[in-house]
């Protein structure tokens, strides 16, 4: 019996981590001119990846903080159609996602197969054993605290950003108070332990969890993300399922950091987890 690899027509480095192509011309021809803005947009070649690999057509998969919507991808070809369900708490990410389902309804995808949430997921979790599947990759804690304000929107980092977007669309990326880039780390990892344990209970038996998330440099100590959200999902009642690296490329954070000089990290992992 052959046994599947993850993302397996994709070539590694010499550390074994895989090397996606570049998803510009790709989602240039799925969605609007104007969710290219995200600063952090998940590789959708790594999505589909994930996608693949743990889904089957008819599958429901949840991203629950899915910012302009690139997990819309899972619904094409019509044919093996996986459903998604997409919550987003910053109203203007949630706009995005409007115009760009309907992207997609043009090209036949039936409005049942993508349904969009505006608000914190843990407004709307647990759904007990409702999804088969989730992938997501959660924000950094503190992102979005630059300056002396918390959240200062005339901030050269968020102009730079978001360039061309106006104040008010700014207030409204920033979310509600839950908006877990506006937290402290502290604070963050409380309530990402709470989001895990509701994402577990969302889950069906043997349903799946993919978390991608890049490990952080803080004071020139890198701070090791990853493993924080393997013990945290393991506690919540999770097995791990799989563990891979990916190189990854300049997002807008990225490259606003290498700028001002600060080390930077040049690997992404790919944390898979199962519910028993």
Same mark, same amino acid.
């Given at each position: 019996?052959?046994?599947?690899?993850?993302?397996?027509?994709?070539? /590694?480095?010499?550390?074994?981590?895989?090397?996606?192509?570049?998803?510009?011309?790709?989602?240039?021809?799925?969605?609007?001119?104007?969710? *290219?803005?995200?600063?952090?947009?998940?590789?959708?070649?790594?999505?589909?990846?994930?996608?693949?690999?743990?889904?089957?057509?008819?599958?429901?998969?949840?991203?629950? *903080?899915?910012?302009?919507?690139?997990?819309?991808?899972?619904?094409?070809?019509?044919?093996?159609?996986?459903?998604?369900?997409?919550?987003?708490?910053?109203?203007?990410?949630?706009?995005?996602?409007?115009?760009?389902?309907?992207?997609?309804?043009?090209? =036949?995808?039936?409005?049942?197969?993508?349904?969009?949430?505006?608000?914190?997921?843990?407004?709307?979790?647990?759904?007990?054993?409702?999804?088969?599947?989730?992938?997501?990759?959660?924000?950094?804690?503190?992102?979005?605290?630059?300056?002396?304000?918390?959240?200062?929107?005339?901030?050269?980092?968020?102009?730079?950003?978001?360039? =061309?977007?106006?104040?008010?669309?700014?207030?409204?990326?920033?979310?509600?108070?839950?908006?877990? =880039? /506006?937290?402290?780390?502290?604070?963050?990892?409380?309530?990402?332990?709470?989001?895990?344990?509701?994402?577990?209970?969302?889950?069906?038996?043997?349903?799946?969890?993919?978390?991608?998330?890049?490990?952080?440099?803080?004071?020139?100590?890198?701070?090791?993300?990853?493993?924080?959200?393997?013990?945290?999902?393991?506690?919540?009642?999770?097995?791990?399922?799989?563990?891979?690296?990916?190189?990854?490329?300049?997002? =807008?954070?990225?490259?606003?950091?290498?700028?001002?000089?600060?080390?930077?990290?040049?690997?992404?992992?790919?944390?898979?987890?199962?519910?028993?």
């Amino acid at each position: 019996m052959s046994i599947k690899v993850f993302a397996q027509e994709h070539i /590694r480095d010499e550390h074994g981590w895989i090397c996606f192509p570049r998803d510009v011309e790709w989602r240039k021809s799925l969605f609007s001119a104007e969710s *290219m803005a995200h600063p952090a947009k998940m590789n959708l070649h790594l999505q589909q990846s994930i996608i693949d690999f743990v889904s089957k057509p008819g599958d429901k998969i949840l991203d629950p *903080m899915s910012g302009t919507g690139s997990l819309m991808i899972a619904v094409l070809p019509v044919e093996q159609a996986r459903s998604v369900y997409l919550i987003e708490d910053a109203l203007i990410f949630h706009y995005l996602q409007r115009q760009n389902k309907e992207l997609f309804l043009a090209k =036949g995808v039936p409005d049942a197969n993508i349904t969009l949430l505006h608000g914190p997921c843990q407004e709307y979790l647990p759904l007990p054993e409702f999804f088969d599947h989730i992938i997501f990759s959660p924000p950094y804690a503190d992102m979005l605290n630059h300056g002396d304000n918390a959240a200062d929107l005339k901030s050269d980092f968020m102009k730079s950003m978001f360039p =061309g977007w106006s104040h008010e669309s700014l207030q409204d990326y920033l979310g509600s108070a839950k908006n877990l =880039g /506006r937290m402290q780390a502290f604070f963050y990892n409380q309530e990402m332990a709470k989001i895990y344990t509701l994402l577990f209970g969302s889950l069906r038996t043997e349903g799946t969890m993919t978390v991608v998330i890049r490990d952080q440099m803080r004071s020139g100590k890198r701070i090791e993300l990853s493993n924080w959200v393997m013990r945290t999902c393991i506690r919540a009642g999770f097995e791990l399922l799989f563990w891979e690296k990916r190189e990854c490329g300049n997002t =807008g954070f990225k490259q606003r950091h290498k700028a001002q000089g600060h080390d930077t990290i040049d690997d992404e992992d790919i944390v898979g987890f199962r519910r028993p």
